[in-house]
């Protein structure tokens, strides 16, 4: 198709956003380690209605055109209280999707480019969505194992097209593979009991959804407060924590979750895992209904593998051993459960303290996710 001329479309229709969500199903059909996103989440994320984040950052999409068939997309985000907060003048790319053809790679980061030119922008960064919060780079190292929810999942050859239209990297965000031992370590166990006899501190843990919901704005407060210094991260309003948690409480097994609370209820501590569900949406295709969420739960239920999701600590409580506490307690559920292994989700291959917590238990990095910058002269 590479001798075909190619066309950009802005989408400014219904009938083209569907085109956009839709288009990596038809592009990736055939590719074992694709993943589509779950649709009903994929319409609420452009949707300004469902998604703040729309209403702060002026955003434009794509589509390539070659004869009568789209073969790519593309979204571009300029994110202006991240930019004004920062000093910055950079603008996004987003959810890049095509056929293994430079030239349509080229149109696609080429619009993007010409756009965030148009807005003054000085350098375009990606794949990056509106915040740390939105499936960050592309995967480029371990796309022999299925993404677990909220990362990147593409094929390998959109490394290729990316670095060949001029980007280089930003950072590297890396996950871990850590096995999930058969007992919990004596010493290990020796710290918990340590730390549960500070009367400071409270472990909770919980059963249901309902005893859980009251802690999950609380949760993303948290993150609001240790998670400033993050690349990307812009602090999430009222509004967008209520957001998170609709979207994400129904899907939470609460037994995963582990909060800590000091002497005046204070929520100071957490993490967040759930069961990899990564073959039920995929045999699901993305769709909930009529059967998909019967598949997802089934996923999730057969599962050997427990996916870290979120987690932190607040500041002046790091120096008393609540990530050790909060790990042994979720290592003593996945132990209950028959978990094998543990993926860590995204860490910056930066934050060495981080890194080194993964590497002194075991963790070995077998995925790896890069972040693409270029200057707009």
């Known amino acids: 198709m590479d001798f075909l001329p190619i066309s950009i479309q802005t989408v400014s229709s ?42 702060k950052a002026t955003v434009i999409r794509f589509l390539a055109k070659q004869n009568a068939a789209i073969v790519g997309r593309v979204m571009g985000i300029i994110n202006h209280k991240f930019n004004e907060t920062h000093g910055e003048k950079t603008a996004r790319f987003f959810q890049l999707d095509c056929i293994n053809e430079q030239a349509v790679a080229n149109a696609l980061l080429n619009a993007v480019r010409e756009w965030a030119k148009e807005q003054s922008m000085h350098q375009l960064i990606g794949p990056f969505g509106f915040s740390d919060k939105d499936p960050q780079g592309l995967q480029i190292e371990g796309l022999e194992h299925l993404p677990v929810i909220a990362t990147a999942t593409n094929p390998i050859y959109l490394k290729k097209l990316v670095e060949a239209a001029g980007f280089v990297k930003q950072f590297d965000c890396i996950s871990f593979k850590v096995a999930v031992p058969k007992t919990i370590p004596a010493l290990y166990l020796k710290v918990m009991e340590r730390i549960k006899k500070n009367s400071q501190v409270q472990l909770l843990e919980f059963k249901t959804k309902k005893a859980l919901k009251p802690y999950i704005v609380p949760v993303f407060r948290l993150v609001n407060e240790t998670y400033s210094d993050l690349f990307g991260f812009v602090p999430m309003t009222e509004a967008e924590m209520k957001s998170m948690a609709a979207q994400y409480l129904p899907i939470l097994d609460p037994a995963f979750v582990k909060i800590v609370l000091n002497q005046e209820q204070e929520l100071i501590a957490f993490v967040v895992a759930m069961p990899d569900m990564s073959l039920g949406i995929q045999k699901a295709k993305g769709k909930l209904f009529p059967l998909g969420f019967l598949y997802i739960l089934a996923a999730a239920k057969k599962s050997k593998q427990l996916d870290l999701l979120l987690g932190a600590v607040r500041n002046d409580y790091r120096s008393i051993g609540l990530t050790a506490l909060m790990g042994t307690a979720l290592l003593q559920t996945a132990i209950e459960r028959g978990f094998e292994l543990m993926d860590s989700h995204l860490v910056l291959e930066s934050n060495q303290a981080m890194c080194a917590e993964y590497q002194r238990i075991g963790g070995e990095v077998y995925k790896r996710y890069r972040v693409y910058k270029k200057a707009l002269d």
Do not use: C, T
């Open 14 to 55: 219904k009938s083209a956003l569907r085109d956009y969500i839709f288009l990596p199903a038809k592009l990736y059909i055939g590719q074992p380690n694709w993943v589509p996103p779950i649709y009903m989440d994929e319409w609420k994320f452009h949707d300004p209605k469902h998604n703040p984040s729309l209403s």
